[in-house]
């Protein structure tokens, strides 16, 4: 493993703080992240014990923007369509927002956070609050396989990594299939979003990686689609290598090349990734000083866990971004952690009260712009660092 990246010290992304916890020190940890030169994983360095981060206390709600209500609702129609499945199981199932598209009966899911399961379980929907592993992956398909397993977003979190699909490809029927959702690496890449790295994303994965992760447990990836979601992603379709039942799409073939010719196989680049995320670190701090210096006033737009990173690398704290507005209930009236900026219940953009708004949730922009039309009409501007920080 080849470190490449140190964003410094970091506290834990979705750890915000009460205002109780102000005085405290909190507790920070480094943010490294490597290549490993034989498998191309791309992952941190130093991985924080997972029930410190997926909790009871879990703040982060899947279905808070429309953009992916949207996706996970035409996604459950599109895979039973092609799928057909008569028994699904969602890894990381969140609030619901994908397996409330299924029929009750049909669908299982799996969530540790027990603050968000229990919204699942309280609609009726069968929903295991437990670490994905083999044990649980016994405990649900020793006598019935499951035909689809999904999982958003959720594979990238968690460390035994073998394991993990090693329990997968135990519960799935011959002909079952798994569909995986995650950040691309090669957009990572191309748009220096660095804040994809952060404690809860262990791996960024790429095509070259994921087949070599794949191939030791009797798994291949037979189709990709490369999505606009989070900045980027694939959804990747795996299947037994055994099962000749689906072909292997020219898609992958045409992942493999687009990843090969950016050179995600090769430590130079990297490292030239790293060069170009110490000139978006300086590019951003000249931003927010110059608009300090005129006393101009700067909120922030989407308290995401990626926004820990920019905030904490970047030295932006309190004392320059005054507030950030987000829709999330478990987050509103705490602070981010580090930067310590307070989080307030979302209202509509007013250029009369704010100068300059931070796109925390850089990811969902077109949305948000969308939401924004009136203040940007009015002259309201937003800062983002993705690709490169600038004013638009
Ligand atoms: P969003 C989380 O990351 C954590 P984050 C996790 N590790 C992961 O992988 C991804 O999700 C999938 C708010 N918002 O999705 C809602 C508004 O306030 O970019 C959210 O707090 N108004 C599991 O946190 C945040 O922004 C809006 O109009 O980086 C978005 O967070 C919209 C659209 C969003 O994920």
């Not at 991985?47 to 279905?63: L, Q």
């Not at 990381?92 to 299982?108: L, M, R, T």
């Not at 009797?218 to 990709?224: A, M, N, P, T, V």
């Amino acid at each position: 493993m080849k470190k490449f990246l140190d964003l410094g010290k970091q506290p834990l992304a979705n750890s915000y703080l009460r205002k109780i916890d102000l005085r405290k020190k909190e507790k920070k940890f480094s943010l490294e992240v490597g290549f490993d030169t034989k498998n191309y994983l791309v992952s941190i360095l130093n991985t924080v014990p997972k029930e410190k981060m997926f909790n009871k206390d879990y703040p982060y709600k899947s279905s808070e923007s429309a953009t992916m209500r949207n996706e996970f609702k035409k996604l459950s129609k599109k895979l039973k369509k092609r799928f057909k499945p008569s028994v699904s199981l969602e890894i990381g199932s969140n609030d619901g927002v994908f397996i409330k598209n299924f029929k009750k009966k049909e669908v299982i899911g799996v969530e540790p956070c027990k603050n968000l399961a229990n919204i699942t379980k309280t609609k009726g929907y069968k929903t295991y609050s437990e670490y994905w592993d083999m044990k649980l992956a016994k405990k649900i398909a020793e006598k019935k396989k499951i035909d689809l397993v999904y999982s958003a977003n959720t594979i990238s979190h968690i460390k035994n990594i073998s394991e993990i699909f090693r329990a997968i490809s135990f519960v799935l029927s011959d002909k079952g299939i798994l569909i995986l959702e995650d950040p691309s690496l090669l957009e990572c890449m191309k748009n220096v979003a660095y804040d994809q790295f952060y404690c809860e994303h262990i791996y960024v994965f790429s095509t070259l990686s994921l087949i070599k992760i794949l191939e030791p447990i009797g798994l291949e990836i037979f189709d990709i689609e490369n999505l606009k979601t989070h900045g980027g992603s694939n959804r990747y379709y795996i299947k037994k290598k055994k099962n000749f039942y689906y072909k292997i799409s020219s898609r992958v073939k045409l992942n493999i090349y687009k990843e090969k010719k950016y050179g995600l196989h090769k430590i130079s680049t990297y490292k030239s990734f790293a060069k170009k995320v110490k000139k978006s670190k300086i590019n951003l701090e000249k931003i927010f000083n110059k608009l300090i210096k005129k006393n101009k006033k700067i909120i922030g737009y989407g308290a995401t866990a990626k926004s820990c990173t920019v905030l904490n690398y970047c030295n932006i704290d309190h004392k320059k971004i005054n507030f950030f507005y987000d829709t999330t209930s478990y987050k509103i009236g705490n602070y981010l952690p580090g930067s310590k900026i307070e989080i307030k219940k979302y209202e509509k953009l007013d250029e009369k009260k704010v100068d300059y708004v931070f796109l925390g949730a850089w990811n969902f922009k077109e949305e948000i712009f969308k939401k924004e039309d009136l203040f940007i009409k009015k002259g309201g501007k937003f800062i983002t660092h993705v690709p490169f920080p600038r004013i638009i």
